[in-house]
């Protein structure tokens, strides 16, 4: 399954550069989804019709389906090391897109989540990276067989799976 992950990165520091980014997961091991429905209290007067209400009439609130739905989608997987770039990189511009608005100045929706052949883009169902952690061994990183290589460095490896990642999403209206 594959996971592919866009976003235009506006600032530029040692680790992320800036601009059009795309990052795509090596492998994925667990996803989760959430999907929560919102309703909202919206008060009213108790009397139906406005001009015959009564002074002492009371507000009530009243609960609506606006049909909004909030998703978590939680996935675990790796990064690997490519012919451009190394995995410990790729996860710090993952970070990058969790923590920094987009170039257009909007509020931090991604270009493109990919997940096998559903898209999320700003123009359907926006999708936020709210949480991103992942996982360095020092005293041996693990590849796609859980096998020993060297420490991340900036030196690829291509086809090594350096940094394992957790990564939570967001779709929705920006909150």
Do not use: H
């Amino acid at each position: 399954m594959a996971v592919v992950i866009s976003k235009k990165i506006p600032s530029s520091n040692f680790y992320t550069g800036s601009g059009d980014t795309s990052i795509t997961l090596a492998g994925v091991t667990k996803i989760t989804v959430n999907t929560k429905k919102s309703s909202i209290k919206i008060t009213y007067p108790q009397s139906p019709n406005r001009q015959n209400s009564n002074q002492n009439d009371i507000p009530i609130n009243k609960v609506l389906d606006l049909k909004r739905v909030d998703d978590i989608i939680k996935i675990s997987g790796w990064l690997e090391d490519d012919k451009d770039e190394t995995a410990w990189n790729k996860a710090w511009k993952l970070r990058a897109m969790c923590v920094s608005g987009n170039i257009d100045g909007d509020k931090g929706a991604l270009d493109l989540l990919k997940i096998d052949n559903i898209e999320f883009k700003s123009s359907t169902v926006q999708a936020f990276l709210e949480n991103v952690s992942f996982e360095v061994e020092p005293q041996g990183i693990f590849d796609s067989l859980d096998t020993n290589i060297n420490y991340p460095s900036n030196q690829t490896r291509e086809g090594r799976a350096r940094v394992r990642v957790d990564l939570d999403f967001y779709l929705g209206t920006p909150r």
